[in-house]
């Protein structure tokens, strides 16, 4: 059981010891540890709470990332996603030297969609400088990104109007008829995940899935086992 190897990895002398800066055992975070990878090898459900400075986010990362299996990883909010994903997942993956591939998932709101940004733009349907600004910044950002994600664009705030009109949504997306289908970041961002080993989504996006799932609506999310 692979689960008893872990004090080898968060042990005093262990592998996090020894690559991640500032890093101290807890009993507690290997105990859990332990408990959610003898849940993933028995493909069973844990129900786990740990208190404050347990170190749960490492404690379900390394069994998550040393499972071999596909993994869906979800947050509670778009921040913890983003943390997650860019802080947190980095750091234990090259701690432990996995080769797995990770992917970022959000709905679709939270992507620059090319052909709705271009309209917004031709249109001129802006009546404030303010939000001309922000259109034009939001046009750098598109031209330059990879991922269209508008959390990376800190600068134009996530509740300004402007976003509505340059974002898509269920019913007002083209799909495959959309001349920008190929550079859709939307599209995109959902091959990386379908190709990845480890998702990370949020609990909005998850439930979302799930809904439609119920429905026998066409899924959001790839399959995993984990």
Not at 53 to 65: C, D, E, H, Q, R
Request: proline fraction near 4%; include cysteine.
């Amino acid at each position: 059981m692979w689960a008893n190897d872990l004090p080898a990895v968060f042990g005093p002398q262990g592998v996090l010891a020894q690559k991640v800066p500032g890093y101290r055992f807890r009993q507690q975070q290997l105990d859990m540890a332990q408990a959610v990878a003898r849940a993933v090898e028995e493909r069973g459900q844990l129900l786990a709470e740990a208190g404050t400075g347990t170190g749960k986010t490492f404690a379900y990362l390394v069994p998550a990332l040393l499972s071999g299996g596909r993994v869906l990883l979800s947050t509670g909010t778009k921040t913890l996603q983003d943390q997650l994903f860019e802080r947190d997942l980095p750091l234990v993956r090259d701690a432990l030297g996995v080769p797995a591939t990770v992917a970022l998932l959000k709905g679709r709101g939270n992507y620059v969609c090319h052909h709705h940004l271009e309209r917004a733009a031709s249109e001129g349907r802006f009546s404030s400088r303010q939000e001309v600004r922000w259109l034009h910044r939001i046009q750098s950002f598109a031209r330059g990104s990879a991922s269209g994600d508008k959390a990376q664009l800190t600068e134009v705030p996530e509740g300004a109007q402007v976003w509505s009109a340059v974002t898509s949504t269920r019913e007002n997306c083209l799909g495959s008829e959309c001349p920008s289908f190929r550079e859709c970041f939307v599209m995109n961002a959902r091959r990386e995940a379908l190709a990845a080993d480890l998702v990370v989504v949020n609990h909005h996006l998850f439930f979302a899935d799930l809904m439609l799932r119920d429905e026998g609506v066409a899924e959001l999310l790839p399959h995993c086992n984990t």
